[in-house]
């Protein structure tokens, strides 16, 4: 499966982007997704998953409450809505496909990874 992420820009401290992952292939929904982002001079981390069905989502602690992962099967399509972004949330985003799992919670668990969309947030 490829994926295409879109969606980063530059955004002001307290406000919303949505990021978009789009897979190709017709096997989308057998796959877990998550996102993970980088920051500058540190390592790729798990931020947010989803569970094949959508039924099960999971979040790193700093963005509970803030962050919404979310997918339409029927368009191949995984969403990652960031409200209440803050300086801290400035990095480079990826979403990632896995086969191995219920969800998508780490390095290990992806299968596939699409290239990174870069969020900038000014405080």
């Known amino acids: 499966v490829q994926l295409q992420a879109s969606g980063g820009g530059l955004v002001q401290a307290g406000g919303s982007l949505r990021l978009s992952c789009a897979a190709s292939?017709?096997?989308?929904?057998?796959?877990?997704m998550g996102w993970f982002r980088q920051a500058p001079g540190k390592e790729r981390e798990f931020v947010a998953a989803i569970s094949w069905s959508g039924g099960s989502t999971y979040y790193e602690d700093s963005v509970k409450g803030r962050f919404t992962i979310s997918r339409d099967n029927a368009k191949n399509t995984v969403y990652l809505q960031m409200n209440s972004l803050n300086a801290e949330d400035t990095a480079v985003y990826y979403c990632a496909a896995g086969l191995r799992g219920a969800a998508v919670l780490s390095h290990a668990m992806v299968d596939y990874w699409g290239k990174g969309t870069l969020v900038t947030v000014s405080s």
């Open positions: 292939g017709r096997t989308f929904s057998r796959y877990a």
